[in-house]
C-alpha cells in the first residue's frame, strides 16, 4: 500500500472528507510509522519503512491517535453519562502485539 493509499484510507477510518486535513493526517501516519519501526526493528535505526505487513496497523494506529487529540495523556474521564480512559498515555500495548520483533545474529568477529 502506498502513501495515498494510507491516507485514503485514514481519511474513511477518522471520517475526514476532502484534503484540508491531508498534512495533519499524514504527521499521524508518520507517526504511527515510526512506532512500529521501533517496535519492529528496536536495534537497527537503519530502518526508514514500516513493513508492508503492517499497512493496515499504520493506519489502524494513525486512526486511534487522531481520536485521541485534545485528549493525549487522558487516564479517567466522565461527563454525562460518558466514560473515557485510556490504556497508557501512548499507543496502547494492545495494538502494538501484533508486531513481531525482527532479530539477526551476531557474528563473531575474528581476532587478529
Known amino acids: 500500500m502506498n502513501a495515498t493509499e494510507k491516507l ?46 503492517y499497512d493496515f496497523l499504520q493506519c489502524e494506529i494513525a486512526a486511534y491517535l487522531w481520536n485521541k487529540r485534545g485528549a493525549e495523556g487522558e487516564t479517567s474521564h466522565s461527563e454525562n453519562g460518558v466514560s473515557r480512559s485510556y490504556e497508557n498515555a501512548d499507543v496502547p500495548s494492545s495494538m502494538l502485539k501484533e508486531i513481531v520483533p525482527y532479530c539477526g545474529s551476531i557474528r563473531e568477529v575474528a581476532r587478529e
Open 8 to 53: 485514503a484510507m485514514l481519511k474513511v477510518l477518522v471520517d475526514v472528507k476532502g484534503d484540508t486535513q491531508d498534512l495533519a493526517l499524514t504527521v499521524y501516519l508518520a507517526l504511527a510509522g515510526k512506532k512500529i519501526i521501533n517496535k519492529a526493528f528496536p536495534y537497527d535505526s537503519t530502518q526508514t519503512e514500516v513493513p508492508s505487513r
